[in-house]
């Protein structure tokens, strides 16, 4: 798997600091095999750490004048086939759990508002009908993931990174990003403790087509806290389905900031240009024992794209 982000800039750059969350992680159910992280023009170091969320970081300097710049970083990682979920316990326990502070601390930072998901009463109405009494976490979850799917409409043009939720609610408009935060929010109103998760989803061409080297794209979706026993379970709401092979998880914080691929300042550079390519290629399943990267659906191809 390959990331690469290039930026041209129409004068020269006398300094850029970049915050990176491109290293994918080791978790339950994918497994990292080897990961290399390229810069162009080379930093003098690039300083690794793992930051509040768990997830790890890179940090770099350029304090040379230049007039582009280019970030890769390639990951080899085998997805884990899921176990199926069967049972799960039923979201009025998990929401008296979080208001009696039993919890730990890791998972209740994920029941509060933060930057991007506010506190919206619409939200919490729109969650009522997939939250009935008694019934279990995972199967909520799933009606909500749907109704999300079915509501909202795939539009990389009608929305931005700045667009407040509010707007997309109002519209039932936008992209990845903004579905995870209309599904984390009304999660979150309903009492359950919920986060963002960034990653990829690996598609293939319908058939007959040949593949197209930067089809894919940065993915985002949501996760619930469903008890000790499941821990995380994570849902696309984008493409409603449960998360499985077709995904690698990347990072999770509280909403898209806290994990946004690429944050970083830049002084001078004039006009600038930035181009994204992400690559998801299949690894040998026979040689692994595993299904890394299955087969997407053509749906899935259309309506993946971040912004």
């Known amino acids: 798997m390959e990331h690469k982000t290039a930026y041209q800039y129409s004068e020269p750059a006398s300094v850029a600091h970049n915050l990176l969350h491109l290293r994918v992680p080791t978790t339950h159910r994918q497994s ?7 810069v162009e023009p080379k930093p003098r170091s690039v300083v690794s750490r793992t930051d509040y969320f768990g ?58 508002p933060s930057r991007h998901i506010r506190v919206m009463p619409i939200l919490s109405e729109y969650g009522k009908s997939a939250f009935t009494r008694n019934r279990p976490i995972v199967e909520a979850a799933m009606e909500l993931t749907t109704r ?58 319908p058939p007959g087509k040949p593949r197209l080297v930067g089809a894919d794209a940065s993915h985002a979706w949501f996760s619930v806290f469903c008890g000790t026993e499941l821990g995380w379970v994570d849902f696309d709401p984008t493409n409603n389905v449960m998360v499985g092979t077709d995904h690698i998880t990347l990072a999770h914080g509280r909403d898209f900031e806290d ?18 390519g992400v690559d998801v290629m299949p690894l040998d399943a026979k040689s692994h024992g595993t299904t890394p990267g299955a087969t997407s659906s053509q749906q899935q191809q259309q309506r993946s794209q971040n912004k």
Request: proline share 6%; charged share 20%; aromatic share 10%.
């Open 32 to 38: 990292v095999e080897d990961f290399a992280l390229t």
């Open 259 to 276: 994990v946004s691929p690429i944050q970083g300042v830049v002084m001078g550079g004039g006009t600038r240009a930035m181009q994204v």
């Open 148 to 205: 999300i799917y079915t509501d909202y409409k795939y539009d990389s043009n009608a929305t931005n990174i700045f667009t407040p939720l509010e707007e997309v609610v109002r519209q039932r408009h936008g992209v990845c990003q903004d579905f995870a935060h209309v599904g984390i929010g009304a999660l979150r109103a309903q009492g359950l403790p919920a986060r963002y998760v960034s990653g990829y989803l690996r598609t293939e061409p």
């Open 55 to 112: 997830n790890q970081v890179h940090y770099f300097a350029l304090s040379e004048p230049h007039s582009g710049m280019t970030i890769t970083a390639t990951s080899r990682v085998v997805v884990k086939t899921p176990t199926p979920i069967t049972t799960s316990p039923t979201w009025e326990e998990l929401a008296a759990i979080g208001k009696s502070r039993e919890f730990p601390l890791e998972v209740r930072q994920f029941l509060f």
